[in-house]
């Protein structure tokens, strides 16, 4: 999620525009989605409620009220270097892949928008030539001219880093370690988690992958089970799952009701995350160790630009439910998000844009967006750097644990790192 920062040196700017923007004139740069005095962004949201005909309920409150209210604060306090930002939204159903790529189409060859915002498919919008905020690709970027610019760093380039706190803290000391994979498509990360543990001096005595097909989770428990029974056989005392399987191992010894019950390490916070929300056993989550790249939820709720757009959000919209954060809410009332989202998405789009200068084009952002160095925006706890290529933040470890009392997981308030 998931998924924040403020007031720093080079978006102060930005942000007492957005909450205050000092406009400046600008001539069209002929790019897509720029005039003299627009820049077109696209907002291809995800459609939370599409997900209850699968028996999932989610509510982020309202994405397209939370961004309509920012995008017109920020333009009636002069938009970004003069240009106002016009939003071309679209809910997208998250359930299958093609209304993710319809959305892509409309946005980039209808709409021409310069930049997509949090765009479940990225690829698509970056084989298009408009730049990505805020979405998760698996490694550190595009080939081509555009970029996605996200303060989630990509598992390639996170998991070694957590992994070398995670060694520091003994986590791996006297424990006989295997890799557990939740599905085919982990073989990469997999790849990176031996290739790193190995450098640690952390001998892997096995690896497994849960090959059943995605969805199939009677196939899959019946992996999971004959996994198991194979590490306890190994005398493994540590599992780290990864990938997709920091959800699947947890699930599937729920299910199984497994005797055998390692420590074990979950190398995707947000995966496991998804999985604490479900209704499995405790017993198998208690025992985890896992980490966060991002900035506390409750830190990101308390922030005093999450609490602006807050407040421009409810000024815009006085009867939209907005819940403030809590980490035992049901996911019904997950009504922070929507203005989480659009506050720390739009301004992290703002300080690039504005970097960028008068004159905005895919190539001038990238290049805006690679110079950004001690960032603060709403979002984050601490300045986050981008670098040449290199269009994601990345640095704080944020330790987090499952608490069994309030049957949630536990963010540290300090990176382990600092």
Not at 314 to 337: E, R, V
Request: with cysteine; charged share 10%; net charge neutral.
């Amino acid at each position: 999620m998931v998924k924040r920062l403020f007031v720093g040196t080079v978006l102060l700017a930005v942000l007492s525009g957005f909450l205050g923007v000092d406009p400046a004139a600008g001539a069209s740069s002929g790019t897509q989605g720029v005039t003299a005095t627009t820049i077109s962004v696209g907002v291809p949201y995800v459609d939370v409620a599409a997900v209850k005909a699968v028996g999932v309920n989610l509510n982020w409150g309202s994405i397209p009220d939370a961004f309509n209210a920012i995008i017109a604060n920020m333009n009636a306090h002069g938009g970004i270097n003069g240009r106002k930002i016009v939003p071309y939204i679209v809910a997208v159903n998250p359930t299958g892949t093609a209304p993710a790529a319809t959305a892509c189409t409309q946005l980039t060859q209808d709409d021409h928008v310069f930049v997509a915002i949090a765009p479940l498919m990225p690829t698509c919008y970056l084989q298009n030539g408009v730049p990505v905020i805020a979405s998760i690709l698996a490694t550190s970027g595009s080939s081509g001219l555009a970029q996605n610019f996200t303060l989630t760093p990509p598992a390639s380039a996170y998991d070694p880093l957590q992994l070398s706190i995670f060694a520091k803290q003994g986590v791996f000391k006297g424990k006989k370690v295997a890799l557990f994979a939740g599905t085919t498509s982990d073989q990469p990360e997999v790849q990176i988690v031996q290739t790193t543990l190995t450098k640690l001096h952390v001998p892997v005595v096995t690896t497994a992958v849960d090959s059943a097909p995605q969805g199939d989770l009677v196939a899959s428990n019946t992996q999971v089970t004959a996994i198991a029974q194979r590490f306890k056989s190994d005398g493994i005392t540590e599992v780290v799952a990864v990938g997709n399987g920091s959800a699947i191992w947890p699930q599937g010894l729920s299910a199984i009701q497994s005797t055998y019950n390692p420590s074990w390490v979950a190398t995707s916070e947000s995966d496991l995350s998804g999985d604490v929300a479900g209704d499995n056993n405790p017993t198998y989550l208690r025992n985890v160790v896992t980490s966060s790249p991002l900035t506390p939820p409750q830190a990101i709720w308390d922030n005093a630009g999450t609490q602006q757009c807050v407040h421009i959000v409810k000024k815009a919209y006085p009867s939209d439910h907005i819940n403030a954060y809590s980490p035992t809410s049901p996911g019904s009332q997950f009504t922070w998000m929507s203005v989480e989202l659009a506050c720390t998405d739009l301004a992290l789009f703002a300080v690039i844009a504005k970097a960028a200068g008068k004159h905005l084009t895919a190539a001038s952002f990238v290049h805006a967006g690679y110079g950004l160095r001690n960032l603060t925006i709403p979002g984050t706890g601490s300045p986050i750097s981008f670098g040449p290529n290199r269009p994601f933040a990345l640095g704080p470890v944020y330790m987090v644990h499952y608490d069994v009392g309030t049957k949630a997981l536990v963010f540290a308030t300090k990176s382990a790192n600092s």
